[in-house]
């Protein structure tokens, strides 16, 4: 992507460089951030949840394209979580960002359900993730699920519950359908 059209390219390298400095790093920036602030703003996003902050790259984007709307993201990494917070002030979006340090499953039941867009881009979904999900997004809300490809026995489980026709109406984007984009029926 061309930097002088995406405004937080400085984050996403700096997020590459993050990794490249600590060996067995998984901050890794979701490779396209203009497609997640293109569907905050197409659904009018008030509310998303992201689980895996990284350095904040794509929370900077559902920003921006959702500028109403309130991020919260959710990342283990003490480090990461300092950095994600430091680029999330450098472009004053502190309180319209809001990043919670814990483990996935830790922090989602603490929250209240109504969200319009989750995002996990934290390594491999599992089925127990998608459930405590589930019980967040409302009803036609979108879920973005990155790391399909990542393969295993969990991660095959998930892609077999977001295919269930009664609940989810799922499509794969990408060429190696790296991203599930599913909408909760």
């Not at 059209?5 to 490249?20: I, L």
């Not at 951030?33 to 569907?39: D, I, T, Y």
């Not at 689980?51 to 921006?64: E, Q, S, V």
């Not at 979108?142 to 799922?170: H, V």
Request: glycine content about 8%.
């Amino acid at each position: 992507m061309n930097p002088s059209v995406d405004p937080f390219a400085s984050v996403r390298d700096a997020t590459n460089a993050h990794r490249a400095k600590h060996a067995g790093c998984g901050a890794y920036p979701y490779a396209n951030g203009p497609l997640l602030g293109a569907l905050a703003a197409a659904v009018s996003a008030r509310r998303i949840l992201e689980l895996g902050t990284a350095l904040g790259y794509t929370a900077l984007w559902f920003a921006h394209g959702a500028p109403d709307a309130v991020i919260d993201t959710i990342e283990r990494d003490a480090r990461h979580v300092k950095l994600a917070r430091a680029h999330i002030t450098q472009f004053d979006l502190d309180g319209h960002i809001v990043v919670h340090q814990s483990d996935f499953a830790k922090v989602l039941p603490r929250l209240d359900p109504g969200y319009d867009i989750v995002f996990f881009d934290g390594y491999a979904p599992t089925p127990k993730i998608l459930k405590l999900i589930a019980s967040l997004l409302k009803t036609r809300g979108l879920l973005i699920s990155a790391n399909q490809t990542l393969g295993g026995k969990d991660t095959d489980a998930y892609r077999a519950l977001i295919m269930d026709p009664e609940w989810w109406l799922t499509a794969f984007i990408g060429p190696d359908q790296e991203t599930a984009l599913s909408v909760k029926l």
